[in-house]
């Protein structure tokens, strides 16, 4: 036995990651692939790199020095599943099985459970970046226990991105945290990508710009507040010309969203939790609108305002725009940090929400300047309730707030879509409200349930007796 980590799947992630681990010093790498061939492919392209290949299970596990560690990079599911069933029977107790593919986190947490079992432990770490974070340095959110944390924390550290000297990985919380953080990155991301969208939208409808003159309003924004990898590659995407028609490329792509589920779980798991993730749930849901042709030829006909967008000073409205983002993204994390907390709550997990802000400032999608206010806010009230109400979000959003409120009245008032600026601005407006019609659906639910409510001015449960003479009675609490 000579390797310290294996790699089981060598598909584009797993053999970026074992490339990555072997680069590190110190670091011999066991490799295996269901299918040979790219187990092969992997070996015969990268000849300086300390591989060891195995070919089977029971070569695998012999390759590598105990506590045997090894990270499963195959497609989430059964797959997963069936190289975990594999492992057991050829690893021993002590050992550690990392799975780092998009586990859904309630997966995570069933496989940690079976796997303890055995004495084998079993860390779910979600790894974000896609192919090139896995080759030079992700993002690595590691769940599962302490005890694995001993031998894999200096391994991921080895190999994570760095931002300001700390490498991008924590150990996030035990059983499946890491997949849950991994999770709500992805749903922060979607929420990200869909209010950069519609600042696109509404700059491209108001302005007349061209995708390239566009381009250069982001790449100007990427040198302010709003500096971040998404902010960035827009400016990539938008200054592409189309070989073949010589068309903006952004023109001639099929405005049709996919989606691998993700943004889908987040806001799933949000639902069950009751933690209000709009900006996320709004994005994934415009993906899912975009992706329905046949409801959208239909409705191309609808009546729509009389007047379309007309923008006065396009420099001033562009700025309108950059605020309204602004706010929006602020709206977005801080609902992405809420479901972290809830979570938490739920699951048992104790997570450092300024440490996960700070694994994030490199090597991952959603990657920002901006993480590093959270980590400072997260650092001077660890426990706080609403990441927005932190001081310097408060001036931001004060800052901003005027703008954010034009840009989401213009774009009801000339018909363009813009429903994660709208909703990020009403959870906003929400949450600052001193009364919420809230009241008035207590009082429905009353009425139609006998739901009961609680009252402003006593302690207790009521109930009013609608059907019979309308006087309010105290009443089990029966929600
Ligand atoms: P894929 O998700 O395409 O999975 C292909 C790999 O899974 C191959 O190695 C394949 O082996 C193996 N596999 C499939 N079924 C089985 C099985 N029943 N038993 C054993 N092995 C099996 O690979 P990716 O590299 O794209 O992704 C790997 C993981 O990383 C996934 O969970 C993905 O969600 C996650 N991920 C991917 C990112 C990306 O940007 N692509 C980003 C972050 C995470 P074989 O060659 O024999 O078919």
Known sequence: ?????????LAVMGSNLARNLASREGNTVAVFNRSRSKTDELIEAHPEAEFVPAFSYEQFAASLTKPRTAVIMVKAGRPTDAVIDSLIEVFEPGDIIVDGGNALFTDTIRREKAVRETGINF????????????????????GGSDESWVTLGPILRSIAAVAEGEPCVTHVGHDGAGHFVKMVHNGIEYADMQLIAEAYDLIRRGTGKTPAEIAEVFAEWNRGELESYLIEITAEVLRQTDAATGQPLVDVILDQA???????????????????????????????LSSHPEQREVSTGLPGPAEGLQVEDPDAFIEDVRLALYASKIVAYSQGFDEIRAGAAEYDWTIDLGAVSKIWRAGCIIRAQFLNRIADAYDAQPDLPVLLTAPYFVEALGRAQAAWRRIVSTSAHSGIPAPAFSSSLAYYDGLRAERLPAALIQGQRDFFGAHTYKRIDKPGTFHTLWSGDRTEIEAEDTH
């Open 258 to 288: 996919g989606a691998k589920g993700t943004g889908a779980w987040t806001v799933q798991t949000a639902l069950s939790l009751g933690v209000p993730v709009s900006g996320i749930a709004e994005a994934t849901f415009a993906r899912s």
């Open 1 to 9: 036995a000579t390797a310290n980590i294996g790699v089981v799947g």
């Open 123 to 142: 860390v779910g770490a979600g790894i974000s970046g896609g192919e090139e974070g896995a080759l030079n340095g992700p993002s690595i959110m590691p």
